[in-house]
């Protein structure tokens, strides 16, 4: 008899296969068993996704603000904007942020977010590893986080998907790679993301198909089930195949007609509510046209759709989705990622994200929601006028930088900076009007103390829902961790309570 | 150390242990690191005071282990070329598959079961020959047959169309090779398509020993399969284009997984960090510097092949011709994972499960031996034919038996009766539609001449993601076929079914008509049976006297939503 490796693991096979015939992967237990009792702070999360890169001395960690003169040599600038004070002594933000400033008190500041050494950086390989906590290429589906969290918890409607993923169209530039973590990978589809990249058209994905009636699609309904049973075949040979078929769209069905279906109709929100998250709202107003050029009316555009993505975040937390990911769009040298005019782009961007954040934030605390929702405001790494990577890990610069700014577009953070970012965390435990971390005032305005790595902050998050850092699933006879390696340390400091 | 025997050997050093004597033992000598310049392990973390305390008790109740129990790497299973099958005959009415099962059934006490009627073989070869459905026609040419081995003569018949076969086996192949017309890796040069080079060759029937040596040792058309997936920036060692093509031919055609191995010493197998970068070495222009990782070790690694028992590749040569020597080793007749490796995937494929599982741990024995040793030496003997094995599947008794629900078989050990229920795939279900609705996609991502633009000849669209096509990131070998609520909200409520099904009922309704021949019709082709009278009832009843395009559009999702539609069974 050998005993090697593989017969040790034979025991695995049997229970792998019914975890096979099952569909789903097996989940390591034991793994788990290291760790203390996690208490969970939260049973959602809601992740406000900044893609393109957030310049941190721009937005929540502002330094000393130069204007824009003609000539002046770009190491002159830290910061494009003044700064302002916010409802927390000591704290301040960028210009631009006001409401978001006077609900600082409900949360807590990370300035010393540092994103991972992948070489020449590219968007979307930081993207996926923000998302997963790995970077690609991956030889497994690595999961999205939202897809863990959805797979370990479950749903909390079951009539609601756990994942829901608005506001990102996955046809444009880089969409491939960004399709490659929007999945619930090996994990299995059932935990996979329900997209809506149009928020303000959300009602019709759980309507019927445009041209069909809602009487109709009752009737469909309902000619189906006597269809099925006036089958002479009958339930013959039927069985979990044919049951979980008819499950299915049972489940599909029951979200169209559930109360739960009414949260993606945002024309059922007042008017005066819509305001608070889009200021210039008319109704009826769409938000769907496909804009890929910089001007008034993109960003009436991009206003409406991130502004009506946390409205509808807020609706679809009420009715009890597990993880909802909004974002302001990933869209090659658009939104945050500002290549040029980074100084009017950012201003732009903020208008985008400083009512509605703020008002997702007050609505939550108003009906009761915040202390158990995670909120997590986050990009995948920051930049700076000049440096491209980290100062000593500099990477090939991908955009020119004049010796001296003759034109105004060059006024701005235009390079990739790794070495610092901002990361608001709101609700769900964790502590209040607190700043963790430290950057220099001085450039390079990089990380000084407290470095937050992106399996930290993963396992923060997973240990706020309960899920433990160490919890692996079983791929190919191998664990996979849900944060890197199972290394992921929750950051005690982060949270009200220390455990 | 691998063995009892060789333990009390010892070495060089002289007796690693002394019977009853842990004291004077060498092997905790060792351990314990009495001698600060001889310490075992060299690397990594000492043994505790209480491991070595265990050791020492083990030593001094003298080494027990039982005879026969070793540590040494086992030999590799489902490897060399298999020895003739005794059970069966040439002369034999019976097909090769059922002599070999005969047995199988009285010793599992299998009872013999009737086959399926017609109807039900003649949706299962058409779908899993060339992914469609057989048309009415077709359908009711077959059942009027009256041959006695009209059975067999169908099989013939639809293996040997070429464009619907390769349109088929398009969607398996892609998502073994990582084949795709978009992707990621392609946006910045970093990544191949092979699709012309691989339609062609299914539509030719390639002999199986030349295709892979096609993608082994690449030509233009193939090469971006060991090209792999390159990101730009910094990628971890394990994954850089060498290792990529190693984990892949490795998983594709000899059934093992290298991806453990590829950082370290596989934890779950028994590959080492060398086995997999002396694969890569075959791929790179010179010996290979091996990360252990992601870190340097110092040590580099020649070309070997995987298996150095079947053959070897010299280090030396240049890499045009260790490719072709890898080429060599892959499809010789000595190598007797290759063939074994591809007919189990193809039984997985029609019976439902392997006859080893997972299909890509090959260095497993199999339910029946005798039965994946049969199959991989016809195929052999039949000229790496794929087709042919297909054949011999599809005619046995096993294959028209009724399937049967594996999803219930959670038991220690798998009893084969039957194939098992299946799902429609991905690129099934929209072409089914398309057979009934009569709408097609319009245009081909590849440029073939082939009519209807088949799913597998489209970029994927949210339906077919949602129904399991795969993003081809990674390989895949089995689909995972579970019925999801996200799939089932795409069925519903989705755009893309919904035009589909729109656009072909107003191709279907005319004015005035009346509902029951076309009730007929789409009975026939969506089930391959009329409507009984109940249905017939009710269905005319939606369409509407006359007919309207919503009741038929109506009438269409319906059908495509019948487990009956959706299954094969």
Redesign the interface.
């Known amino acids: 008899?050998?005993?090697?490796?593989?017969d040790f693991?034979k025991t695995a096979s049997?229970a792998?296969?019914?975890a096979?015939?099952?569909?789903?992967p097996r989940r390591l237990v034991g793994a788990e068993a290291a760790d203390q009792k996690l208490q969970p702070t939260a049973d959602r999360v809601i992740v406000l996704w900044m893609a393109g890169g957030m310049a941190h001395t721009e937005t929540f960690d502002p330094k000393r603000y130069t204007p824009f003169e003609k000539g002046m040599a770009p190491n002159a600038f830290l910061s494009t904007f003044p700064s302002i004070q916010t409802a927390v002594d000591g704290i301040k933000f960028s210009e631009g942020l006001e409401r978001l400033a006077r609900v600082m008190d409900r949360g807590t500041l990370i300035r010393t977010y540092t994103a991972g050494?992948?070489?020449?950086?590219?968007h979307s390989?930081h993207q996926y590893q923000w998302h997963t906590g790995y970077?690609?290429?991956?030889?497994?589906?690595a999961p999205h986080l939202g897809a863990v969290i959805a797979r370990t918890l479950g749903p909390l409607n079951p009539v609601v998907?756990p994942f829901i993923n608005l506001g990102q169209r996955l046809d444009l530039?880089?969409g491939?790679?960004l399709?490659?973590f929007t999945?619930a990978g090996f994990l299995?589809?059932?935990y996979?993301p329900?997209n809506i990249p149009f928020p303000d058209q959300a009602a019709?994905?759980?309507?019927?198909?445009?041209?069909?009636t809602p009487g109709?699609f009752e009737?469909?309904e309902k000619?189906?089930k006597?269809?099925?049973a006036?089958?002479?075949?009958g339930q013959q040979?039927?069985?979990?195949?044919?049951e979980?078929?008819?499950?299915?769209?049972d489940?599909?069905?029951h979200?169209?007609s559930s109360p739960a279906a009414k949260a993606f109709d945002l024309s059922l929100e007042p008017i005066d509510q819509i305001r608070n998250y889009v200021p210039s709202y008319q109704p009826n107003q769409r938000f769907d046209a496909a804009q890929d050029r910089f001007g008034a009316k993109y960003e009436e555009q991009m206003v409406g759709r991130f502004g009506l993505g946390c409205l509808l975040a807020r609706r679809l937390a009420e009715v009890g989705a597990r993880y909802i990911e909004v974002t302001t769009e990933y869209i090659p040298f658009l939104n945050w990622d500002t290549h040029e005019n980074g100084h009017l782009r950012a201003a732009a961007m903020k208008r985008q994200i400083d009512a509605p954040v703020a008002q997702l934030i007050l609505d939550l605390e108003e009906r009761g929601l915040l202390d158990r929702t995670l909120v997590v405001l986050a990009s995948e790494f920051s930049r700076d006028a000049l440096i491209e990577g980290k100062p000593d890990k500099k990477v090939k610069d991908q955009v020119e930088v004049p010796e001296k700014l003759e034109d105004a577009k060059f006024y701005g953070m235009h390079r990739h900076f790794t070495d610092a970012g901002s990361v608001l965390l709101f609700g769900g435990g964790v502590k209040k009007g607190y700043v963790h971390g430290r950057t220099a005032d001085e450039r390079p305005c990089r990380t000084l103390e407290n470095r937050v790595v992106i399996e930290d902050l993963h396992a923060s998050i997973y240990s706020a829902l309960g899920i433990s850092p160490k919890l692996a699933y079983e791929i190919?006879?191998?664990p996979f961790y849900v944060t890197r390696d199972g290394l992921g340390r929750r950051i005690g400091e982060l949270f009200a309570r220390s455990s | 150390m691998d063995t009892r025997e060789s333990l009390l050997q010892g070495g060089d050093s002289g007796l690693a242990v002394k019977l009853g004597k842990s004291q004077e033992s060498l092997l905790i000598e060792l351990v314990s690191g009495l001698d600060a310049d001889n310490v075992m392990p060299k690397k990594g973390t000492r043994l505790t005071a209480s491991e070595i305390g265990l050791l020492r008790a083990w030593i001094d109740q003298g080494s027990p282990w039982a005879t026969g129990v070793t540590f040494a790497r086992p030999r590799s299973l489902n490897l060399l070329p298999p020895e003739p099958v005794a059970k069966v005959s040439a002369s034999s009415p019976l097909n090769p598959v059922d002599q070999i099962l005969g047995p199988y059934f009285t010793e599992k006490a299998v009872p013999p079961g009737a086959v399926v009627e017609d109807r039900a073989f003649a949706r299962r070869v058409y779908l899993d020959v060339v992914g469609l459905l057989p048309t009415a026609d077709e359908l009711a040419v077959f059942l009027a047959d009256e041959r006695t081995d009209k059975r067999t003569q169908l099989a013939k018949r639809v293996l040997g169309e070429g464009e619907g076969y390769a349109g088929h086996w398009l969607s398996f192949w892609n998502d073994l090779l990582r084949n795709d017309y978009r992707g990621t890796g392609y946006i910045d040069g970093g990544r191949e398509p092979i699709s012309s080079w691989l339609f062609n060759a299914l539509r030719t029937n390639r002999p199986y020993d030349q295709f892979v040596a096609d993608l082994v040792n690449p030509t233009p058309g193939t090469a971006g399969f060991t090209k792999g997936i390159v990101w730009r920036g910094v990628v971890n060692s394990s994954q850089t284009p060498q290792m990529q093509a190693a984990q892949g031919i490795s998983q594709v055609f000899l059934g093992v997984n290298l991806k453990c191995a590829s950082c370290h010493d596989s934890f779950v197998n028994d590959w080492r960090l060398a086995d997999a970068y002396s694969m890569a070495a075959v791929y790179s222009d010179g010996p290979l510097e091996m990360f252990q990782c992601d870190k340097p070790t110092g040590k580099t690694v020649a070309s070997r092949f995987l298996y150095p028992e079947l053959g070897e590749i010299d280090p030396t040569a240049d890499k045009a011709a260790r490719l072709k020597r890898l080429a060599e080793l892959m499809t010789a007749p000595t190598n007797g994972r290759l063939p074994r490796t591809i007919v189990n995937r193809l039984w997985a494929r029609l019976f439902g499960r392997g006859l080893v599982e997972p299909v890509d741990d090959m260095e497993q024995p199999a339910w029946d031996q005798d039965l994946i040793d049969w199959l991989a030496q016809d195929l052999v003997a039949n000229h790496y034919d794929l087709k042919h094995t297909l054949e011999v599947m599809l005619t046995s008794r096993a294959y028209q038996r009724p399937a049967v629900n594996l999803g219930e078989a959670v038991s220690k050990e798998f009893v084969f009766r039957g194939p098992a229920i299946r799902r429609l795939s991905a690129e099934q279900f929209d072409d089914a539609v398309g057979q009934i609705t009569g709408v097609w996609p319009e245009k081909a991502a590849l440029s073939v001449p082939t009519q209807p633009v088949r799913a597998s000849l489209v970029v994927a669209d949210p339906l077919a993601v949602a129904l399991g096509r795969p993003n081809r990131e990674q390989i895949v070998t089995t689909r995972e076929m579970a019925a999801t609520t996200l799939q089932a909200l795409e069925l519903t409520h989705g755009q893309t079914l919904a035009d589909r099904l729109h656009r072909g009922a107003l191709k279907l309704t005319e004015p005035g008509m009346a509902p029951a021949p076309l009730v007929e019709r789409l009975f026939r082709q969506a089930l391959g049976r009329p409507p009984s009278p109940v249905e017939a009832q009710l269905a005319a009843g939606l369409v509407g006297q006359p007919a309207s395009a919503e009741g038929v559009e109506d009438l269409l999702w319906t059908l495509a939503m019948l487990p009956e539609f959706q299954l094969i069974d």
């Open positions: 008899m050998n005993h090697n490796r593989r693991l049997a792998t296969l019914a096979l015939a099952a569909g789903y050494d992948l070489g020449f950086i590219l390989r970077a690609p290429p991956q030889s497994v589906a998907p530039g880089e491939e790679e399709k490659a999945t299995g589809s059932e996979g329900f019709n994905s759980v309507r019927p198909p445009s041209g069909m109709r009737n469909r000619f189906f006597r269809i099925l006036a089958s002479p075949i040979g039927s069985g979990y195949q044919q979980s078929l008819l499950r299915s769209l489940n599909a069905y979200l169209l190919e006879r191998r």
